[in-house]
C-alpha cells in the first residue's frame, strides 16, 4: 500500500493525479476536543493508483495537494462531501472545484434521502463494507494494516462506481439537477467561522432589539474564545447559557454569576469580564448592532390535512421518479407549500423540482388533483 509520508512523494503522486480527469477523495480526521478539525489522513485514488497521504508526518509540505484540489480541470469525487469541504478549504484558502458528492447523486438516482456509503457500494458493486475500523483514534501512529485498509477502501469503492453512476445520471437527464445542488458547495460563507455571524447557528427565542444584540454578542465572544483555544464550543458555554445571556443581559459580574445556566465559578475566570462588557456594548448599541428581526410570516389555521397531503403527493411523485423525497422538498416546504401556494418561496416551485412536484402540488390545492384508494394503493388523480 502506497503510504505518502514526505512531501517529494507527494508531488510525485499529485502531479500524476492531475492528468486525470477525475481523482476520488476522503479524509479521516479527529474534532471531539477541538474546534477545528484534526486532519490525520487523506486518502487519494485515480483510475490507476491509489495512495493514503498523512498530514501528521514530521516536514511534510500539503501545497502539491492543494494545487491538486484546486486544479478547475480535475474533478473531485467526495461522498458526503460537506465535511470534507470544510477541512480543504481550511488548508488551501479557498473552496476545492469542480466536486462531485455521490450522495447527492445517489439521491437522484433512487438511492434514498441519506444515500449512504455502505448502501451505495453495496447496490452498485454488491461489496459489503467491513466496519471493524470505523471508530479509530485516526490520529494514533502507528496505525494497523487493517485500519489503513479499510481508510483506502473509502476512495477505491468510490473510483470503481462514479462512472457508472455518472453514465446513469445522463441517461436520466438528471446531471444538470446534481451539479445544481452540488454548486451550493462552492459557497465560502459554509467553511468560515466569522464570529459576528455566529449567532445564525441559534433558533431564536425572542425578536426585540435588545435580546437580538445580546445574543449575537454573547455568540460570537464564545466563537471567539472557542477559535482562539480551539476547543469545542460547548466547553466556552452551552447553548442554554447563550439563551439565558440573551433575556437576561447581565451588566455586572455578580449579575453574571446568578444567571442558572452559567457555570458556577465562571464569574472568576480571566475572560468573564470581557463576556460582559461585550454584552454591555453591544445593548448599549443595539439599534445598529442587532441582526434583523426575521419576519414572521402568519400561518393560516388548519394546515394539518393539506400538509398531510402533500407529504402524500411528494412520495407518490418521487417513488414514480425514483428520486429521494428530501432532494426535491423537506418538511419546511411543505409547510410553506401548504401555507402560501404560489406564494411560497421554495425550491420546489422551481426549476426541475417543479416539473416532477411543484405544479402537481399546486394543482392539487387549487382542487385539479385528487388522492384516492386504487386496491392497498394511494394514487393521485386529475381532475377534468
Not at 84 to 101: K, L, N, S, T, W
Request: charged share 30%; net charge negative; glycine share 6%.
Amino acid at each position: 500500500m502506497n503510504i505518502i509520508r514526505d512531501t517529494d512523494a507527494l508531488r510525485a503522486y499529485c502531479d500524476a493525479a492531475r492528468k486525470h480527469d477525475f481523482v476520488c477523495i476522503d479524509t479521516e480526521f479527529m474534532r471531539e476536543s477541538t474546534f477545528f478539525s484534526i486532519l490525520c489522513l487523506v486518502q487519494v485514488a485515480t483510475v490507476d493508483d491509489e495512495a493514503i497521504i498523512d498530514p501528521l508526518a514530521e516536514g511534510i509540505d500539503l501545497t502539491p495537494l492543494n494545487e491538486m484540489l484546486l486544479d478547475e480541470n480535475v474533478t473531485k469525487v467526495l461522498h458526503a462531501a460537506r465535511q470534507d469541504m470544510e477541512i480543504f478549504y481550511r488548508i488551501c484558502g479557498a473552496v476545492p472545484a469542480p466536486i462531485f458528492d455521490t450522495q447527492i447523486a445517489g439521491m437522484a438516482i433512487g438511492m434514498g434521502d441519506s444515500a449512504g456509503y455502505g448502501a451505495l457500494v453495496k447496490a452498485r458493486l454488491n461489496i459489503n463494507l467491513d466496519k471493524g475500523a470505523r471508530f479509530t483514534d485516526w490520529s494514533r501512529r502507528p496505525l494497523s494494516e487493517k485500519q489503513l485498509i479499510y481508510a483506502i477502501a473509502d476512495v477505491t469503492h468510490l473510483r470503481d462506481l462514479y462512472p457508472g453512476v455518472v453514465a446513469e445520471l445522463e441517461a436520466k437527464g438528471r446531471l444538470g439537477w446534481v451539479m445544481e445542488e452540488m454548486s451550493q458547495h462552492m459557497d465560502e460563507s459554509l467553511y468560515t467561522f466569522e464570529p459576528e455571524e455566529a449567532w445564525q447557528r441559534l433558533k431564536l427565542r425572542g425578536h426585540k432589539k435588545p435580546y437580538l444584540a445580546a445574543l449575537k454578542a454573547a455568540a460570537a465572544w464564545r466563537e471567539r474564545q472557542a477559535i482562539k483555544k480551539d476547543i469545542p464550543r460547548r466547553r466556552v458555554l452551552k447553548d442554554d447559557a447563550i439563551y439565558d445571556l440573551a433575556q437576561q443581559r447581565p451588566r455586572t459580574i455578580e449579575a453574571l454569576a446568578k444567571l442558572r445556566g452559567i457555570p458556577r465559578g465562571f464569574e472568576k475566570s480571566s475572560t468573564a469580564a470581557g463576556l460582559v462588557e461585550s454584552l454591555g456594548a453591544a445593548i448599549d448599541n443595539a439599534n445598529d448592532y442587532a441582526p434583523p428581526a426575521p419576519k414572521v410570516k402568519h400561518m393560516p389555521p388548519s394546515l394539518g390535512p393539506r400538509i398531510e397531503m402533500l407529504k402524500t403527493l411528494l412520495r407518490l411523485r418521487t417513488e414514480v421518479e425514483g428520486i429521494a423525497t428530501r432532494l426535491v422538498a423537506n418538511a419546511r416546504d411543505i409547510e410553506q407549500l401548504a401555507a402560501f401556494g404560489e406564494g411560497a418561496d421554495i425550491a420546489a416551485l422551481k426549476g426541475w423540482r417543479r416539473e416532477i412536484f411543484g405544479q402537481d402540488a399546486l394543482d392539487m390545492l387549487r382542487g385539479k388533483i385528487a388522492l384516492r384508494l386504487e386496491g392497498e394503493h394511494v394514487v393521485a388523480e386529475r381532475l377534468d
